[in-house]
């Protein structure tokens, strides 16, 4: 979508829907075609933001070539981008001092583990962490994970670049380019707790979980008292 197409109006739009279901009430259908109304603006929305984060002008070019612990030895960062000229790497919160991965980044990694050879197609896609690299291949055999890339960020350096200054032990999502030569940082994820609305957890948009996406479309929503688990009983 382009900014100078000419678009109907959503409501419009909504009117064209044909759906209808056993028993619904025709309060429930007013309601939800003025919903699907606001469905299609959202829709237009995130195109309009993915089209603006495309146009970004040329980031600034990376320092230095980085060094990481892969699971098959020692990589420079530029090695990192194999055939591709777009590399996305998600910092997950995995840090030496912590017994176990956060379970928040955990989740949206196993699912991530299944679309890594979707996403491959198109760009490149690695994880990195704080942790010895043996522990990451520790936990990638215990979890299942099967197609993830996993990278050690031994001295910390690349992390305290593009994650925490302070080398926190906090995720991150950064995007780099290999245009020309030149290996640029592109787009990272920069709404922090402070730019939280009132009584919700922070997060990007769109939400990079498609748990969440999932538990939006219901009644339940997210919440505010559940949130993932590295392991789940049975009762």
Request: hydrophobic share 35%; charged share 30%.
């Amino acid at each position: 979508m382009t900014t100078h197409q000419q678009l109907k109006p959503a409501s419009d739009m909504a009117k064209m829907n044909g759906v209808r279901f056993p028993n619904e009430s025709g309060e429930y259908r007013r309601a939800r075609d003025t919903l699907l109304a606001e469905e299609i603006e959202l829709r237009r929305h995130i195109e309009r933001v993915a089209e603006q984060r495309r146009a970004l002008p040329p980031g600034g070019v990376v320092p230095k070539d980085y060094r990481f612990e892969g699971e098959n030895g020692v990589v420079d960062f530029s090695d990192l981008f194999g055939d591709k000229q777009t590399l996305a790497t998600y910092s997950y919160m995995y840090g030496p001092k912590r017994e176990q991965p956060c379970p928040m980044c955990s989740s949206l990694m196993s699912a991530w583990d299944g679309e890594a050879l979707d996403v491959g197609q198109r760009i490149a896609l690695v994880m990195i962490a704080r942790s010895p690299i043996e522990r990451l291949i520790a936990f990638k055999k215990q979890r299942g994970w099967r197609h993830l890339r996993l990278y050690s960020d031994v001295s910390g350096n690349y992390t305290r670049d593009y994650v925490s200054a302070d080398d926190a032990d906090v995720p991150a999502f950064n995007v780099f380019t290999r245009r020309d030569g030149s290996i640029r940082h592109f787009w990272s994820g920069e709404m922090g707790s402070e730019m939280a609305d009132p009584g919700q957890d922070p997060r990007g948009a769109p939400d990079l979980m498609p748990l969440w996406t999932i538990l939006d479309s219901t009644p339940e929503g997210r919440g505010s008292d559940w949130y993932p688990k590295l392991n789940y009983t049975k009762s």
